[in-house]
């Protein structure tokens, strides 16, 4: 599986982004797809999940109510929607495939078979 994200650029404080990471390869229906992101000189951050089907989605508490991660299996693409963007959101967004859903994308090291090569999201104050 190959994972191509795009859709980052800079923004005010305030405004809305949507990033999309496109997949190839098959069975992109049996992979979680999530989000990451890492700020400058700080740690790799989970941002959120959605399942396989999309019928299931977990976010990190910072991003619930401002974030919304959904997927089109027919077009192979996971999205997230970002609104109401701070200048601490600020980051490299990686997209990544694990054949697994759930909370431990949040803690384990170890998620993530396959990732994007990421896409910087710069918003301005």
């Known amino acids: 599986v190959q994972l191509q994200a795009s859709g980052g650029g800079l923004v005010q404080a305030g405004g809305s982004l949507r990033l999309s990471c496109a997949a190839s390869?098959?069975?992109?229906?049996?992979?979680?797809m999530g989000w990451f992101r890492q700020a400058p000189g700080k740690e790799r951050e989970f941002v959120a999940v959605?399942?396989?089907?999309?019928?299931?989605?977990y976010y990190a508490d910072s991003m619930k109510g401002r974030f919304t991660i959904s997927r089109d299996n027919a077009k192979n693409t996971v999205y997230l929607q970002m609104n109401s963007l701070e200048p601490e959101d600020t980051a490299v967004y990686y997209c990544?495939?694990?054949?697994?859903?759930?909370?431990?994308?949040?803690?384990?090291?170890?998620?993530?078979?396959?990732w994007g090569q990421g896409t910087l999201v710069t918003v301005s104050s």
């Open positions: 990544a495939a694990d054949s697994a859903y759930g909370s431990s994308w949040s803690s384990d090291p170890k998620v993530g078979d396959y």
């Open positions: 390869g098959r069975n992109f229906r049996s992979y979680a």
């Open positions: 959605v399942s396989g089907s999309g019928g299931r989605t």
